[in-house]
């Protein structure tokens, strides 16, 4: 790889730390940014007159949407817990036993740990082994300094973010 592949790489780094923040749904780390004041835009358009879009555009020029997701309705059960000691006397006999079975076949792995942390005992009918995992290549880490990054461009900071996006160094 080049040097200024590399130089291109720190540079878009740069770019997408600086602007996921504000990019982010969750509002970053101020807590509210552009994306969530848009998103509060629309959600109070949608509540009022049902927009469900809007148009994105850039010096007079549509260049995408800021669209609601919205969700079908539905009808759902929902469940509670009222007696745990008559739930498990129903899963020792009859019918119960026969739910517990299909349980415990799909999830026997969390039945054998929660054991273990209890108890610190392996339940019967199933073992219990310790393998080794080999090293492995995980992937890769890429920490670059946004503010440092602006410093070293200084006024070649617009031209570089826009060669970022053109796909050039500058």
Same mark, same amino acid.
């Given at each position: 790889? +080049? ?13 997408? $730390? ?41 010096? =007079? ?10 969700? $079908? ?14 739930? *498990? ?9 026969? *739910?517990?079975?299909? *349980? ?10 929660? +054991? ?8 019967? =009918? ?5 393998? +080794? ?5 995980? =992937? ?13 461009? =200084? ?16």
């Amino acid at each position: 790889m +080049s040097r200024e592949a590399l130089t291109r790489l720190a540079i878009a780094q740069a770019v997408y $730390k600086a602007m996921g923040d504000q990019l982010a749904t969750n509002g970053g780390e101020a807590g509210n940014n552009i994306r969530t004041e848009a998103d509060d835009m629309l959600r109070a358009s949608f509540d009022t007159l049902g927009t469900d879009r809007i148009a994105l555009e850039v010096n =007079g020029e549509k260049v995408g949407t800021l669209s609601a997701r919205i969700s $079908k309705p539905t009808n759902e059960i929902g469940y509670s817990l009222t007696n745990l000691n008559e739930l *498990v006397e129903w899963l020792r006999g009859g019918d119960g036993y026969a *739910v517990l079975t299909e *349980v415990a076949k799909k999830q026997w792995k969390a039945i054998a740990k929660a +054991s273990v942390d209890m108890d610190g005992e392996v339940p019967p =009918g199933i073992d219990a082994s310790e393998y +080794s995992v080999p090293a492995r290549w995980d =992937g890769t880490t890429l920490r670059v300094d946004v503010a440092k990054v602006r410093d070293a461009l =200084g006024t070649g900071l617009p031209a570089a973010v826009a060669g970022v996006i053109a796909g050039e160094v500058e």
